[in-house]
């Protein structure tokens, strides 16, 4: 399997009947219902795909792995995954295949760190739901609407939605779609709860399935700080508490906070206070 040739398909090999949407799309989207009667080589693409078995049966093979299909099969292709399909003796597929700008806001982080392809089945009910959404969508893709941006991407989430309830990738749709305030109240509570144990940006990104890059742009954005120095800021916070309870030593305080060396905790604790822990510690003393 290694030593098959590993290609990079353009979309009009996609196309077993050429289809020209009659408007322009600004974003990348392609939908299309084709029947596969032959292998079809090992490739890959640029772009996520995800396709969804209606009639006939087959295999696909995706990074090595083999996978049985049939009606209501349904998987999840990243560019770094390489597939190939073998029909048995024909597939008919339906393909949805679109970039990232078609992802909702709330589903991203979800998406964006997963590189591994995601293959279910779905139930009958969510099998006919999504056949149903699909000729809405082609409807909608080879239309004229002024709406179709909008309609089409309105399309994708509730697909995409339901394969990831379906794959089990998410338990409820609440999973996917949190508003921004709520998930900030649930990683300040995680920084709370975990902050000793100084959580660096990419652990606490994939405790919250978010890309690293996005986890910081969004932190900052709703924090007005880096994680970085909220995180320095909630530790301090929590250090000053211990050293005025008086029970544990600095160095033992500075340990508990997260620091690794007496110098970091210093150094940092006067950035945020103006002041050493010694420093601080005096003034305590004198107020009191």
């Known amino acids: 399997m290694l030593d098959r040739e590993i290609r990079e398909l353009p979309f009009s090999v996609y196309e077993s009947a050429p289809i020209k949407p009659k408007e322009k799309f600004d974003r990348m989207f392609f939908v299309e219902r084709k029947t596969l009667s032959e292998d079809f080589p090992m490739h890959w693409h640029k772009w996520i795909e995800l396709e969804l078995i209606v009639k006939g049966s087959g295999k696909q093979v995706i990074d090595g792995v083999e996978y049985e299909l049939s009606p209501g099969s349904i998987y999840l292709l990243f560019p770094t995954n390489t597939h190939e399909v073998f029909p048995d003796p024909a597939l008919e597929v339906i393909t949805f295949s679109f970039d990232y700008t078609f992802i909702p806001s709330s589903i991203f982080p979800f998406l964006s760190k997963q590189h591994d392809a995601i293959v279910t089945k779905l139930d009958t009910n969510t099998f006919k739901k999504l056949l149903t959404i699909s000729d809405l969508m082609f409807e909608e893709f ?40 709520r998930q900030m109240a649930k990683i300040l509570d995680y920084i709370q709860q975990n902050y000793s144990d100084n959580p660096t940006l990419t652990e606490i990104s994939n405790v919250f399935h ?7 742009s969004f932190f900052k954005k709703h924090m007005g700080v880096t ?50 822990p010694t420093e601080f510690l005096k003034t305590k003393f004198i107020k009191t």
């Open 210 to 216: 978010f890309n690293t890059s996005y986890f910081s």
């Open 142 to 181: 080879m239309g004229v609407s002024p709406y179709k941006n909008e309609n089409i991407a309105s399309y994708c989430s509730i697909l995409l939605v339901d394969f990831f309830i379906k794959s089990g990738f998410a338990k409820e749709e609440n999973d996917l779609f949190i508003s921004p305030k």
């Open 227 to 276: 994680y970085k120095n909220y995180l320095n800021e909630v530790k301090i916070s929590n250090a000053k508490k211990l050293l005025l309870e008086n029970k544990l030593s600095v160095i033992d305080v500075a340990l508990s906070c997260g620091f690794n060396s007496m110098s970091n905790f210093s150094n940092t604790f006067k950035t945020l206070t103006g002041v050493s």
